[in-house]
């Protein structure tokens, strides 16, 4: 018998039953969502398909933040602000679309990076209330592209070592093995890529700062053409070679940034219709595959063999893709080693460092009022008394040699005919994080394009035999930022070395019947209560929706009897 409803309080009944159905399937579908998995414009896709607000993105990632930074000890501070930021861009989304890719996108920036709702303490806790009188440029075009700053990471102090990421707030540990370094200077932010902390990471790279975290932690790792982002808002250590540099899971996500952050407009691609690499002509520094006893430059003398044999298997890879691999001698001598170690003097990063502390509010207002103990520090006040007329002449010679080491280079590719030169980003074996207070990590990324100004990027080429991961380095010519996106990206296609570590797996995964919604904590006080309340609020909605399914089945008994 077809049922007639004889009031309105079994219309409403009937109503309210459909919209907790509705409400409870889409907080199911909210809570099956696995972040880990998503890049940049497969997040904006959930977002567009309603399987994901922006604010339950930003709640996800404070929520691996809360749970796994403790054992890697690779964020220094939290914005606190970030969910109300991401409340409003989920409205605005609503009304106008998005302003860019990276809308509501989180993202970590490390600790040498202006945001003026955070200190910037560089890695030293002496600095923990200096305060920016403005943002880096860097972030005003991340905010005006709608991202979010979830994060500041930590650094080695003053990013001045690259053997580690150890500062006052402590030592970073690797992404996949925590008695591993995860090296610096960005090492906090390589580490929180790809531990899925974030969605991406924004580093700073003088020598090796992007790249060689990267390659340790998994990920990938570009330094752009000097100059191409604004260091503006920046601390600097060597105005010569600084640039900005971005971490990344995946080629794309890393284009997705540099489209943005990039100062000349330009727009770049992760993606190419291409099948294959033929056409393409790649040159394989001879001096960085093996290793030359006789020498005394480490870049020259060390290869570790798991490396070497990574390595073989990834110039393979781009073979069977169709480039045609060059291998070239004479890249990299002990005599463009000299050149290399002359560009940059820390007389001039102990003036900058002076000179940044006049954008920013706080106790510490020079150098020489430094008080840690640390070797890095210790020469900065030195050289504080030797800043003097000097400093101009530094700067010329400083020059002058990188002039001269990036016509070597370039001569090198134009001699050979090469689009880009390939190389392992580092050549020993990972170190442990005690080692890394004795030994040095030797990286062939401290070679070539700091000096020469030249853009390279690290694509993660696999893992040796104790689990440690390593990557392969590809430069290119000034501006060519393209190039580099076209080969690594199909490198990347046919290879696919990014996992996330087993040791901060989705936290869905690990705890089944935690939710979205209580997946929301953050170090706000205010937060774990509105969580609970969301909690509190769907056992409302499903005690009701009991309640109201037994008044609809009595009725229908009436209504047949």
Not at 434 to 441: A, R
Not at 453 to 478: H, Q, T, W
Request: glycine residues 6%.
């Amino acid at each position: 018998m077809k049922i007639k409803f004889k009031s309105k309080i079994k219309k409403i009944a009937y109503i309210f039953q459909g919209i907790c159905i509705c409400a409870c399937i889409s907080q199911t579908v909210c809570a099956s969502v696995d972040i880990t998995k998503l890049d940049i414009s497969k997040m904006q896709e959930k977002v567009e398909q309603g399987e994901l607000t922006y604010e339950e993105i930003t709640k996800i990632y404070l929520a691996r933040i809360d749970k796994y930074n403790p054992q890697y000890n690779s964020v220094i501070s939290v914005n606190k602000n970030a969910v109300e930021e991401a409340k409003k861009l989920d409205e605005e989304f609503k009304k106008s679309g998005r302003r860019s890719k990276i809308h509501g996108i989180p993202l970590v920036i490390n600790d040498n990076i202006d945001f003026v709702s955070m200190p910037t303490t560089a890695g030293l806790s002496e600095l923990k209330d200096s305060y920016p009188l403005k943002n880096a440029k860097v972030v005003d075009k991340i905010l005006g592209a709608g991202g979010i700053i979830l994060a500041k990471t930590n650094i080695s102090s003053l990013a001045l070592e690259e053997n580690n990421a150890s500062s006052s707030y402590g030592d970073v540990h690797n992404a996949y093995n925590l008695d591993y370094t995860s090296y610096g200077s960005s090492g906090g932010s390589a580490v929180a890529v790809a531990a899925s902390l974030a969605a991406a990471g924004i580093g700073t790279d003088t020598n090796v700062g992007t790249r060689v975290p990267a390659s340790a932690n998994g990920i990938v790792g570009l330094r752009p053409t000097f100059n191409l982002i604004s260091t503006s808002g920046i601390l600097h250590i060597c105005k010569e070679k600084d640039t900005v540099g971005i971490l990344s899971k995946s080629v794309e996500d890393s284009c997705i940034l540099l489209e943005i952050l990039n100062n000349k407009a330009r727009k770049y691609t992760g993606k190419t219709e291409n099948v294959d690499l033929q056409g393409v002509r790649i040159g394989i520094v001879k001096e960085f595959l093996g290793k030359n006893i006789d020498s005394d430059v480490a870049a020259l003398n060390t290869m570790y063999i798991e490396i070497e044999s990574l390595m073989k298997e990834s110039i393979a890879t781009l073979k069977n893709l169709g480039a045609k691999c060059v291998y070239i001698d004479g890249v990299y001598t002990k005599e463009l080693d000299t050149l290399v170690n002359l560009s940059a003097s820390k007389l001039i990063y102990t003036e900058d460092f002076n000179e940044y502390l006049k954008g920013t509010k706080g106790a510490v207002r020079n150098a020489k009022e430094l008080k840690k103990t640390d070797m890095f520090v210790e020469d900065i006040k030195e050289n504080t008394e030797k800043i003097n007329e000097n400093t101009e002449k530094i700067n010329e010679n400083t020059e002058k040699n990188k002039e001269k080491f990036k016509k070597h280079i370039e001569k090198i590719m134009e001699d050979n005919k090469v689009d880009v030169l390939v190389y392992p980003t580092t050549k020993n074996k990972q170190l442990s994080i005690e080692e890394s207070k004795k030994l040095s990590v030797i990286a062939p990324s401290y070679c070539i394009a700091p000096t020469a100004g030249f853009p390279s990027i690290n694509v993660p080429i696999g893992l040796d035999a104790d689990g440690a991961m390593y990557g392969m380095e590809i430069l290119a010519k000034e501006n060519e930022e393209n190039k580099l996106y076209e080969i690594a990206s199909m490198y990347e296609k046919n290879t696919n070395n990014y996992a996330l570590p087993e040791i901060a797996p989705n936290i869905e995964e690990e705890e089944k019947e935690e939710t979205v919604a209580a997946a929301a904590k953050t170090y706000t006080k205010e937060q774990p209560k509105k969580h609970k309340m969301k909690v509190y609020i769907w056992l409302v909605v499903c005690i009701n929706l009991l309640i109201v399914t037994y008044i609809i089945y009595i009725n229908r008994i009436k209504f047949k009897k």
